[in-house]
């Protein structure tokens, strides 16, 4: 039996430490990896994924450890382990000369495997609403996010995690900015496939994206790179984010969505999807 074959069978690939990760294998043809943000799962990219395979791409999205599907093991949230996690994807499905996707959080897996793994077998990058290059203000960063508003998060997400995610969803969403049309039955979708993942997982993993410094990540990215966020996103402000991210990577393109809110994949989703068929094609 071939190794693609049996990643359709058994839909998960095993981690270093034995984590089964639960992986969407659709479509032939080039390869793409969407990975998904905090706190969601790889259902997330639905759409983009069918288009994409629907255009004669090879589309893979996986579940991170501890969300969905996957296995909800007690360590590995840190973003050295996320990246071998991602090699394990790749290797295990055989992918050459892939474009990875990163999605907010998953943004710093791309960059991560980038530097870690020297972005073997990797052709192309794409980082959307991404955590790059450094969440935390710092001293050398001032345009960061303070460290008290990610404890709140934490204590929140302790407290009551269902009813912290229904105000997070429609920040993400921009659900009551810009006019934008996001159904109750969305917002509830979302708050159902977050509660999937363990708390731990969801809380380790808020540490990890909102902690780690790519800044000394980004010049690994030695190949095209897209850069794609919305100018009115609350939730990972695009001025602390992309295009500090724009100007330290060298080959990079950053498009903006003026006015456009976090969960591009949703909101935008017609004018992402058309920007990264648009992107396959480069």
């Known amino acids: 039996m071939s190794q693609r074959t049996e990643v359709h069978a058994m839909h998960t690939v095993t981690t270093n430490d034995n984590t089964r990760l639960y992986v969407k294998d659709w479509g032939e043809g080039s390869p793409i990896i969407l990975i998904h943000g905090w706190p969601l799962s790889a259902d997330s990219w639905d759409a983009q994924a069918m288009a994409l395979a629907q255009a004669g791409h090879r589309v893979i999205a996986y579940d991170r450890r501890g969300f969905g599907r996957s296995g909800q093991p007690w360590e590995g949230y840190d973003y050295d382990t996320l990246a071998d996690d991602l090699s394990a994807v790749i290797q295990q499905t055989g992918l050459q000369d892939v474009t990875l996707v990163g999605f907010s959080m998953g943004g710093g897996e791309v ?18 609403s991404s955590v790059l290059p450094f969440r935390l203000r710092t001293s050398d960063n001032p345009s960061g996010t303070e460290q008290a508003v990610f ?101 990079s393109t950053l498009i903006e969505y003026d006015g ?23």
Request: glycine share 8%; net charge positive.
């Open 111 to 128: 960059a991560r495997y980038m530097s870690r793994h020297g972005g073997r077998s990797v052709s192309k990058a794409a980082l959307v």
């Open 151 to 251: 404890d709140k998060t934490e204590r929140a997400l302790i407290a009551d995690r269902a009813k912290f995610f229904t105000g997070f969803f429609d920040t993400f969403f921009g659900a009551a900015q810009n006019g934008h049309m996001i159904s109750g039955e969305l917002l509830e979708w979302a708050r159902s496939v977050a509660m999937q993942a363990s708390l731990k997982a969801t809380i380790a993993s808020l540490k990890s994206f909102s902690s780690t410094d790519f800044r000394g990540d980004l010049a690994a990215f030695n190949i095209p790179t897209l850069i794609v966020h919305g100018t009115a996103d609350k939730t990972v402000p695009i001025d602390q984010s992309s295009r500090l991210a724009a100007r330290g990577i060298e080959h």
């Open 260 to 282: 456009a809110p976090h969960g591009l994949f949703v909101t935008d989703q017609g004018r992402l999807t058309k920007d990264l068929l648009a992107f396959m094609a480069w």
